[in-house]
């Protein structure tokens, strides 16, 4: 019945239409050529002698040449009368067969003119229905094709998932140099962690606050301060500082100043944020309350209000300022993340590299990217410290047993996904 027929579309349908309408045709172009048969082989079998001619039709017709060919030749009447009648038999049979073969003929006309009406009619109302079933080779071309670069597609997103699921840990090194002063001789601001897990769709930052106290390489592995790290020796030494409280092996860093900051945001354009907190700071000059946030509220940032945003400690702690600089670093990824972004990539990457020692492979940005792209969850975490006084000067002395359980927190697996 009609309610258990499969839904079809409207191309469908219209296909079924014309291949309904076309065997109709054929059908009835069969019937028609077995008619014309029918009539060519009457007209064949009572067509007259060749010999008999018009003229002596019309002889026979007149009375004094019949009387005198009957006087000078009696014969039977019945037999004249037959072979006169099979003749006008004969004749009039020609006469019915020319007749119903040039009928045939008009018919075979007026059927191959509507036929061809309706197949331009067809191609005008529905182009597509007829251009599948003029060129199926194309159609099945296009359609292998399209399979194809489909299947080319997949491998490739399977590829790259492949290529950047690998996690890797990330340092962040805030320089305290005011604008205009070198980095050299400045000690870290602030010390961040980030972990970027794509298969388990988790960015996990931790915080490390500036007077950690632990051992120094560049110190010959003397304990201290870890932002004097900075001061001693650099990026190198901070990374193996950071990386020995850890536990953590570091696979990229990046090193980031007052003026580096307020360039890189402005260079981009800015950024959108929503602030996490309400407070008032200083700009990069030390003029107090001269950015004003306000909890929930979204800015447009420039890099000055950025830096005044990142930098602020005074109403809460280091943990709180190192959540709102991944704030800033994952709005400035976002942004660049966005097609109106897309342009400034290669400008933004070129200047980290150059202005803050940006040390990233292909791979670890495409793993950062992916992450981002799959909104992973974002978890923060803060060394346990004890704040005491040694020889006359305040350090934070880790708590050695919560140290022990953020170490874990950051293990992963050998498939890229976190153990716990």
């Not at 007749?99 to 061809?116: D, H, P, T, V, Y």
């Not at 670890?364 to 909104?375: K, Q, R």
């Amino acid at each position: 019945m009609a309610e258990h027929q499969p839904h079809r579309s409207r191309l469908e349908r219209r296909r079924m239409q014309l291949e309904e309408q076309a065997r109709q045709e054929e059908e009835q172009a069969r019937q028609e050529e077995e008619q014309a048969r029918q009539e060519e082989a009457f007209s064949k079998a009572y067509a007259p002698d060749e010999s008999f001619s018009q003229e002596s039709f019309e002889k026979q017709q007149e009375p004094a040449t019949y009387h005198r060919y009957v006087e000078e030749q009696p014969r039977d009447r019945k037999s004249t009368s037959r072979r006169s009648g099979s003749g006008m038999l004969k004749q009039v049979a020609q006469m019915i067969g020319g007749a119903g073969s040039r009928l045939f003929a008009n018919r075979e006309r007026s059927r191959r003119s509507r036929k061809a009406g309706r197949s331009e009619q067809s191609v005008q109302q529905n182009p597509d229905v007829s251009s599948r079933e003029a060129h199926p080779k194309k159609i099945k071309k296009k359609r292998r094709f399209k399979r194809k670069l489909l299947g080319l597609f997949l491998l490739l997103l399977i590829a790259f998932v492949l290529f950047a699921s690998q996690p890797f840990t990330f340092l962040l090194i805030g320089s305290d140099a005011r604008p205009g002063e070198s980095l050299r001789g400045s000690r870290s601001d602030s010390l961040s962690v980030m972990q970027f897990i794509p298969l388990s769709r988790t960015i996990q930052l931790t915080s490390i606050p500036r007077d950690t106290y632990t051992p120094i390489s560049c110190e010959n592995g003397k304990k201290d301060k870890i932002t004097h790290a900075f001061a001693f020796g650099g990026e190198e030494c901070t990374q193996d500082a950071v990386s020995g409280l850890l536990d953590e092996e570091i696979d990229g860093k990046i090193v980031i100043s007052f003026d580096s900051f307020i360039g890189l945001v402005d260079q981009i354009g800015g950024i959108d944020l929503v602030s996490t907190g309400t407070f008032s700071e200083q700009d990069a000059s030390g003029k107090a309350n001269q950015y004003s946030f306000q909890k929930g509220k979204e800015y447009h940032m420039d890099g000055a209000m950025a830096l005044a945003y990142s930098r602020h400690r005074k109403t809460d702690n280091d943990g709180a300022r190192a959540n709102r600089q991944s704030e800033v670093i994952q709005a400035v990824a976002t942004h660049l993340m966005k097609p109106t972004g897309w342009s400034k990539i290669p400008a933004a990457h070129t200047y980290m590299k150059e202005e803050m020692n940006l040390d990233l492979s292909v791979r670890e940005m495409a793993t950062a990217g992916l992450s981002i792209v799959l909104m992973s969850e974002r978890k923060h975490y803060e060394i346990e410290a004890v704040s005491q006084r040694l020889n006359g000067i305040f350090y934070d002395l880790p708590n050695e047993k919560a140290l022990q359980e953020l170490r874990d927190q950051l293990d992963t697996t050998f498939y890229g996904t976190l153990k716990n």
